[in-house]
């Protein structure tokens, strides 16, 4: 029997890196974020008019249905020559887990928060990025730059800068705040089996790190143990803060805020 995961995140937070290191276990399949617009999938359930209206059927076509497992194995082979990437040799009658990953934002836009504590046979890995500044940063350089994710060997956003009013700054952190919370919000209404805890901070500590977190991963899937390859790194290398041109201004923005613990140390 096939299990079922959703990584459970937010934007700009390190779900990229882990999806490409759950998808090199030859035991694991995560096909990405089905609930956005853009996704191949998505695209075609709207194009063909299934499960209109009701997103959790659509979800759980995704998670539980044989057909939704092959649909989704065979728009990954599009993507990845698309992109121009070799076969990984992945074959879906070898997958003993099967996942998703996506948006707290997205579950509550689309009315379904409640459809993760309601799935018991699913488990949940939520990513969370502590450092909503150094969120908030990155999320100002993708625009910026288009840059979604850097793998090893490409140049990515380089030595990109730019300018952030304080005032701006201080409106998105508050933005970014609650994003947060809302998604601790859903993962305490997981019970504690069935949903992991992971920060980003944490996750990009180091090789060794990120190793040992692989392996707790693992194991809380229920898949054999497996060594994978970092191949992505962060976008954004050294402190987030030094990309702003007006650097200092922003921290003097920040300084007697309860936001002045993120640009300390």
Not at 195 to 215: C, K, Q, V, W
Request: with cysteine; proline share 4%.
């Amino acid at each position: 029997m096939t299990g079922q995961h959703v990584i459970l995140t937010l934007g700009r937070s390190g779900s990229n890196a882990l999806v490409n290191l759950l998808n090199q276990h030859p035991e694991i399949m995560n096909y990405g974020e089905v609930l956005g617009d853009w996704n191949p999938i998505r695209k075609l359930q709207r194009r063909v008019g299934a499960f209109r209206g009701d997103d959790t059927a659509y979800l759980d076509f995704c998670l539980g249905n044989p057909w939704g497992h092959r649909l989704a194995f065979a728009a990954r082979a599009v993507q990845r020559r698309i992109k121009r990437r070799p076969r990984d040799g992945k074959r879906l009658s070898r997958v003993r887990q099967v996942g998703v990953k996506d948006f707290a934002l997205h579950f509550q836009r689309l009315g379904i928060a409640d459809y993760l504590a309601q799935r018991p046979a699913i488990k949940v890995i939520g990513l969370e990025r502590e450092n909503i500044l150094d969120r908030m940063i990155s999320n100002a350089l993708l625009e910026a730059s288009g840059v979604v994710e850097v793998r090893e060997g490409q140049y990515g956003q380089g030595g990109t800068t730019l300018r952030l009013e304080p005032q701006e700054v201080l409106d998105g952190l508050e933005v970014i705040e609650a994003e947060n919370k809302a998604l601790n919000q859903m993962l305490a209404g997981i019970p504690q089996e069935r949903r992991m805890h992971i920060l980003y901070e944490d996750f990009f500590a180091g090789p060794e790190r990120t190793s040992a977190i692989m392996n707790e991963v693992h194991s809380f899937l229920g898949v054999a143990p497996f060594q994978p390859e970092l191949r992505m790194r962060k976008i954004v290398q050294g402190r987030s803060i030094d990309r702003l041109a007006n650097r200092d201004e922003v921290i003097e923005a920040l300084k007697n805020t309860r936001f002045q613990r993120f640009i300390e140390g």
